[in-house]
């Protein structure tokens, strides 16, 4: 047996010298804005293959085969949990959700009740059988099947008779194999999901949401939502009428774009403020509030349900891209959560967007030790969660003219992160220099 001696991370890190800056060596397994984002950072140098380094924004391939060969020291950070799936994973999204609400079921149903957000999911084929019982109950009913760790909308299919998954059964069996030849035997597996026939259509067209969590610790939960995101629309109207149309059923951008019709400027997405207001202007705020209520619960509830499992470590971070959906009775449903939300840009607003999420997400990871710890915001970012919810501050107002609510978020408010930036290091700058 060879046991690798554990490679060290992080050796020779410069002590920081009064008004000196220290030097971070990152590296970067991708070639899209973070990249730009980690060239443009005062102060950072990228490292070449094989030299040591303080910061990796990794990829989950690598996070697999290195992480539990290497030695960390302090200051070093990745950009992923060791065991991150159990919550991007579909499968096992919807495993440890459902545990939750088990558990919570025990305490109150009301508090159970908060976590109906996502659809009834079975797994396949180990669940088969049970779903299988559920189908016959639900005559007429869409279904969604969807290989538990693609992306993209790779392997997605809606159907509705028992019969199109038996055969699909058969040809994907097949067709597994011989793509896969000597390598493994294994079914792939997938889940089967409620398919959600009754979206909010805006235009007639589907959409659903793109937004973004940062997690810098899961003991304690501490946890930053982000101002700024998206909707995604389809190209084409929605319709039950044609199960088969991907252009129709799914929003990735990764497939409208490859509509006939698709135009990049145009592009297929809505910033989140664009929907607050249209969805105030048509609902009034009250409404929205509460449908932004949900939001919250479906952030904290889906990372409490996997805090005892995720394994914590001070190294790691996680930028998570959730997608979600909102049906026209305004109820939110959460589909799942990406490790590795798409960092390419689809046009100029997409790009300045990715770049102001990035550089907060840097900002907060603080390799330079400029902030204090207790920032409630940075940049776009709010801190949702620590280690309980955190409120906002008295008197503080959207874009919409009236305070929001008690929690300290603000997803789709009014945005002025540069200004905010600019006076939080100000600020800091400023306590630094008085305390000499
Ligand atoms: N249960 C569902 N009901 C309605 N639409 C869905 C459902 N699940 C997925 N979709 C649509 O399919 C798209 C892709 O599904 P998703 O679960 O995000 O998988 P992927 O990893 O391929 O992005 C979603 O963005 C959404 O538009
Ligand atoms: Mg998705």
């Not at 159990?86 to 508090?111: A, F, H």
């Not at 957000?117 to 099947?145: A, C, D, Q, R």
């Not at 973004?212 to 939960?221: F, I, K």
């Amino acid at each position: 047996c060879t046991m690798s001696k554990n490679l060290r991370i992080g050796r020779s890190y410069q002590k920081k010298l009064a008004g000196d800056h220290r030097i971070i060596r990152f590296r970067c397994a991708l070639n899209n804005t973070i990249g730009d984002v980690l060239k443009q950072r005062p102060g950072w140098v990228e490292s070449k293959e094989g030299e040591d380094w303080d910061f990796y924004w990794c990829d989950i391939g690598w996070l697999r085969e290195n992480f539990d060969h290497i030695y960390m020291e302090e200051h070093v950070r990745i950009c992923h949990f060791r065991n991150h799936f159990e919550l991007t994973r579909k499968n096992l999204m919807v495993k440890n959700l459902k545990r939750l609400k088990k558990q919570l079921e025990r305490e109150s149903k009301s508090e159970s009740a908060k976590c109906d957000f996502f659809p009834m999911t079975y797994e396949l084929p180990s669940e088969y059988h049970i779903f299988v019982e559920e189908f016959k109950k639900n005559p007429g009913t869409v279904w969604i099947m969807k290989p538990i760790a693609k992306s993209q909308g790779k392997g997605i299919f809606l159907f509705r008779r028992l019969k199109d998954i038996i055969d699909w059964k058969k040809e994907g069996y097949r067709a597994n194999n011989e793509e896969r030849k000597e390598e493994t035997k294994d079914v792939e597996t997938y889940i089967v999901q409620r398919y959600l026939g009754n979206p909010y259509l805006i235009g007639g067209k589907k959409f659903d949401l793109r937004i973004y969590v940062l997690v810098t610790s899961y003991v304690p939960l501490k946890a930053w939502l982000y101002r700024d995101g998206f909707a995604r629309f389809s190209n084409a109207r929605f319709t039950l009428d044609s199960i088969d149309d991907s252009y129709v059923h799914l929003t990735n951008v990764a497939v409208q774009k490859t509509a006939p019709d698709y135009d990049p400027e145009k592009g297929c997405k809505w910033s989140l403020q664009q929907l607050r207001h249209y969805l105030t202007a048509k609902h009034g705020y009250e409404t929205v509030a509460n449908v932004y209520q949900q939001m919250n619960e479906i952030f904290i509830k889906s990372l409490q349900s996997v805090q005892k499992i995720i394994i914590n470590d001070k190294h790691c971070f996680e930028l998570y891209g959730y997608d979600i959906l909102l049906d026209s009775n305004l109820k939110l449903w959460l589909l799942e959560v990406n490790a590795s939300p798409s960092l390419t840009a689809s046009n100029q607003e997409d790009y300045d967007l990715k770049v102001g999420l990035l550089e907060d997400t840097l900002n907060i990871i603080d390799m330079e030790g400029s902030l204090t710890g207790n920032e409630k915001r940075v940049g776009n970012f709010d801190l949702m969660w620590n280690d309980g919810p955190v409120y906002a501050e008295d008197g503080s107002t959207d874009a919409l003219g009236g305070p929001s609510y008690a929690t300290n978020t603000y997803l789709g408010c009014h945005n002025d992160r540069k200004r905010q930036l600019n006076q939080l290091f100000r600020s800091l700058q400023n306590k630094k220099t008085a305390a000499g």
